[in-house]
């Protein structure tokens, strides 16, 4: 699990590096195609690609963060279990 985490942290960090900046919000987008009226059409069809990933690499990541609050209770649990028995 910890691998996919360090896996997605790294790629989050990589959005910004290219040519073309991965935009923060769905609002920043489409603030950039409004204000280009047509023009730069492949940066826009990058800045889109790359905001899927984001939000896809983002929906990876709430449901890691789920997982692990889930198995964390589950322990918790675990462990009230065995000191009740001790």
Do not use: H, W
């Not at 790629?11 to 073309?20: C, I, K, M, T, W």
């Not at 899927?52 to 692990?68: F, H, P, R, S, W």
Request: proline content about 1%.
């Amino acid at each position: 699990m910890k691998n996919l985490q360090d896996f997605i942290t790294e790629r989050f960090n990589e959005l910004d590096r290219g040519f073309v900046a991965t935009p923060d919000s769905r609002e920043n987008l489409e603030a950039f195609a409004k204000a280009n009226q047509g023009s730069m059409d492949l940066v826009l069809m990058q800045m889109a690609i790359n905001f899927g990933y984001k939000m896809a690499m983002e929906d990876v990541q709430e449901i890691l963060d789920t997982d692990n609050e889930d198995q964390f209770e589950k322990e918790a649990r675990e462990i009230e279990s065995i000191e009740k028995d001790n």
